[in-house]
C-alpha cells in the first residue's frame, strides 16, 4: 500500500499550497465525489422555481454520503446534486418506475434538520418537497413527454430531444431507449447578498456537509495508511479515472462471495482504512490523473511527487514543445501521401555527424528546468492502472524512485531510443481556408503508443496497445532491456514495404531504427552492447549496415530516373526490399541488373550523377570483408540503420544543393 500512502501525503502537502490555488482542476474535499450534470435548476432561497437550462455534460463536485460515493448499481442517494429519478417527487407520475425520492428526501432532510444545516440545502429541501421538478422541466421544454404524457424513451420520427444526446441508450425488447430519468440534476440557489449561487462551487456549503458526515460515522479503528485511530471507512470512492468511472481500486463490502472470506471474518482484518484516509488518496488520485496523467482508453500511467510539483511524464515527449525538426526523407519520384499532406520546408542538417549528441543536449536542458522545482530527495512515483473487470481497477505498475535517478532513467531511454520520427501536424491556413496536413520528422525517442503501430499495424486493437504499454513502462523508467519481439516485429514490418502505405511505412521504418539502435544499446548481455550513431556512419564496415548503404544507393539511381522521366511508380528497391533483407547476397546481383537501364539512361542527362553514384557504391562494395559478403545469412535490424541514414544523406545533398542555388541567385 505504498502507492497509497503517496497518495494520502499527496493530498495533505497540495490542499492547502497556494501554487496550486488557481488551477482550474482543484482537489475534491473529503466527502464529496465528481460527476457530470445534464440540466441546472435555478430556484431562490424560499425554493421558489426560477428558471432551468440544459448544459450537456458538466463535470461537477457534488457532495457524496460513503454509500453513494462508492455507488454503482445500488439504490443509494447523493444528498444534494444526483438524478431526476432520485429529486423528483413527481417522477411516478411521470414514469413507469417509481423512482428512488424517498431515500434522496431522506439523506437531503437529516442534513437540513442538523446543526450542520445549511440555507443553499435548506432552499433545495423546500422546493423538492413541492414534487413538481420533472413538470417544471416539461414546461421549460428540458424533458420530453411521449403521446401517453410519459418520459419519452424513444424519439419520433424527425424529432430531436436534445437530452437525448448526453444519454446511455439501452436495448428494451431490440429497441434503443434512453431514459431521462437519469439526466444528473444541478441546483442553483439565488439568495440575496450571496455572490455564488452555484451549489457545487460554494466552500461554505462543502464545508457544511463535510461537518455534518463526520458527524454520522460510528466506527472507529486503526488507520493502517496514516497510523492513527479515526472512523474507518466501509465503502471507498469509484469515478477515480474519469466521472461516471464504476471501477474500485479497493472493495471488500461484498459478503456473499469470497472478497475476504476463507481468511477472515471481518472486512477490517484484512486491511482497515480510515475514512478520511481513504477520500484524500482517492481525491488526490482523481487530481492527479485529470491534471497530468497519461490515458490510454481505461489504462492510466501518472508520476508524480508527494509535494505536488511538476515532473515529466515517462511517457510524453519531453521535447513536444521543441520547433527543431528534420526535413522530410520520402522519396520526391514516389510520394503517395494524401494531397492535403504537405512538407515543411525545413533548412538543410549535416547528417554525416552524430545528431545525437544535439538532442542529448537539448533533453539535459529540458530535463534541467525540472531541477529548480524539485529537491534531489524529492521521491518520484510512478504508478499504472487498469481495469481487470468492469468494476475492479488494478495496479499494474508501481515505482518508487529519488528524482536524480528517475531523471536519468528517462534521460538514458531518450538517448538510447532516438531517431528520426515521422510525425505530422495541422498547419496554419486562412479563415475559411481548409488546413492542411504538415508532415515534418522529428529527432526523439518514439512513443509507446508508435512503437504498437509500427510493431502490430494500424489496425491493432485497443488491448494489444495498452499491453505494448504496460510492457515499455519498465524500460522507461527502470531501465530494463527493450523486449526483443517488439524489435523483431518493427524491423519485420518495416522490410515489408510493399504492404504497408507510404506514410505508415516511412514512420514504422523510423521506429523500427530506434527500437534496433535502443535493443544494441540495452542488451540483456553487456558484452555485446553498442552504442549506434545518429548520422551517417562512413566507418561502420558491419556487413548488415553495408548492405543497408547499398540498398538506398540502388534505390536513389532509379528514384533520380523515374523522378526525371514523370514516372511515379515503385522501385525495383522498394519491391525487392523484404527478399534482400532475406538473402542479400542473392538478391544484389537481381537488384544491380534492375537498375543498369536507369544507369544508362541518366549518363546521358545527368552524367555527374550517376558518376558519384558508381564511386560511393564502389566504395560501399570494397569496404565489405569477402567473406561477409558472400554469406547468405539474413539481415539484422542494423541494415535498416545503413540505408535510413544514406538515404538521408542523399536527401541532405540536395537540401544543400537547393540552398546554395537559392543563395547564388539572389546574389
Known sequence: MTWFQRLYETYGNVLDNPLFADEENTLTPIGHTSQQVHIIVRIDGKGHFRGAEFIGKQSVILPATEDSAGRTSGRVAHPLIDQIKYCAKDYP?????????????????????????????EAVYAYISKGTLVGDLVREKLLYLNQE????????????????????????????????????????????????SRTWTSEDLQKSWTAYDASQMSKKGLCMVSGSDMFLANQHPRNIRRPGDGAKLISAN??????????????????????????????????LIARQGYKNG???????????????????DLLSDDDEEMPDFSRDSTDDSNESEKTVSQPAI?????????????LKRRLQGFDADIDENDTVAILGLDSATPGRLSVIFYMEQLWPEYRFALESWQNDMVWWIRRTREADAPPGKKRKTEVFWKETAPTPLEIAL????????????????????????????VPFDLVTCCVSRACNRAGLDNWEWEMTLGVACAMYKG????????????????????????????????????ERIESMALFLAGENRPTNAERLMQRFADLPYATWPQLYKAIRPYRQRLQQSRGGFIRNMDKLMDEITNAFNPEEFMKPDRLSGEFLLGYHCQRQAFRNAKESETTEKTQGENE
Open 93 to 121: 407520475a411521470y414514469s413507469e418506475e417509481e423512482g428512488y425520492f424517498g431515500l434522496y428526501e431522506k439523506t437531503l432532510s437529516g442534513w437540513v434538520q442538523s446543526p450542520h444545516s445549511h440555507p443553499m440545502a
Open 149 to 196: 404524457g410519459k418520459l419519452a424513451t424513444v424519439t419520433e420520427e424527425g424529432q430531436d430531444i436534445p437530452v437525448f444526446r448526453v444519454l446511455t441508450p439501452k436495448k428494451v425488447n431490440g429497441i434503443s431507449q434512453r431514459d431521462q430519468g437519469n439526466l444528473m440534476i444541478a441546483w442553483q440557489v439565488e439568495m440575496p447578498g450571496e455572490n455564488e
Open 254 to 287: 461484498d459478503k456473499s462471495g469470497f472478497t475476504f472470506r476463507g481468511r477472515f471474518v471481518e472486512q477490517d482484518e484484512a486491511c482497515s482504512v480510515g475514512y478520511a484516509t481513504s477520500h484524500m488518496a482517492h481525491n488526490a488520485l482523481r487530481w
Open 298 to 316: 481505461d489504462q492510466v500511467i501518472l508520476a508524480w511527487t508527494p509535494k505536488g510539483r511538476p515532473v515529466p511524464q515517462p511517457l510524453n
Open 350 to 362: 549535416d547528417h554525416t555527424r552524430d545528431l545525437g549528441q544535439t538532442f542529448a543536449q537539448k
Open 454 to 481: 509500427a510493431a502490430y499495424g494500424k489496425r491493432i486493437d485497443d488491448q494489444l496497445k495498452k499491453n505494448t504499454v504496460e510492457r515499455l513502462l519498465p524500460c522507461i523508467a527502470g531501465k530494463r532491456p
Open 519 to 554: 535493443y544494441c544499446a540495452r542488451h540483456p548481455l553487456e558484452k555485446q552492447r553498442r552504442k549506434h550513431k545518429m548520422g551517417l556512419d562512413e566507418t561502420n564496415t558491419s556487413r548488415d549496415y553495408l548492405y543497408g548503404r547499398l540498398l538506398a544507393v540502388a
